[in-house]
């Protein structure tokens, strides 16, 4: 035997015999179900863990917060079969195999912010506010 060889053999029995590589046991729990009205096909999480995408086949894909509640639904088609989202979580991605095509979807959310009660300046059933955030100390 070569000294290479036998050097090699040496690594790769210190490395099996040291039981670093051996089988772990992994416990787990369903942390959470979601119920939907049609079946799943694909899953997308955005980057931050805020939101959960599920694609059904009715040609839905229905978005979630991270505690579970539905926030939107966007029709899609039945002809998608996989979705994606970008790094940042600004871009959807969904493709179709039976079209032979990819479509890049812009996510913008629009929130209602309650400013009942709090201080402002002009009309005030203006059909316009602007929110400015700042330290109240």
């Known amino acids: 035997m070569e000294l290479r060889t036998v050097k090699l053999f040496i690594i790769i029995v210190l490395i099996f015999s040291s039981g670093s590589f051996g089988f772990a046991e992994v416990e787990w729990n369903v942390i959470q179900t979601f119920k939907l009205d049609a079946t799943p096909i694909d899953t997308a999480v955005s980057p931050d863990g805020r939101r959960i995408y599920v694609l059904t086949e009715d040609g839905n894909i229905h978005i979630y917060s991270a505690n579970g509640i539905r926030e939107e639904k966007i029709q899609v088609g039945n002809q998608i079969d996989q979705i994606n989202l970008d790094p940042k979580g600004e871009y959807l991605f969904i493709s179709s195999r039976q ?15 309650d400013t009942t009660g709090a201080p402002f300046k002009g009309a005030k059933n203006a059909p316009v506010v602007i929110a400015v955030f700042s330290d109240f100390q």
């Open 99 to 113: 079209n032979k095509t990819v479509k890049v979807i812009a996510l913008n959310f629009i929130y209602d912010l």
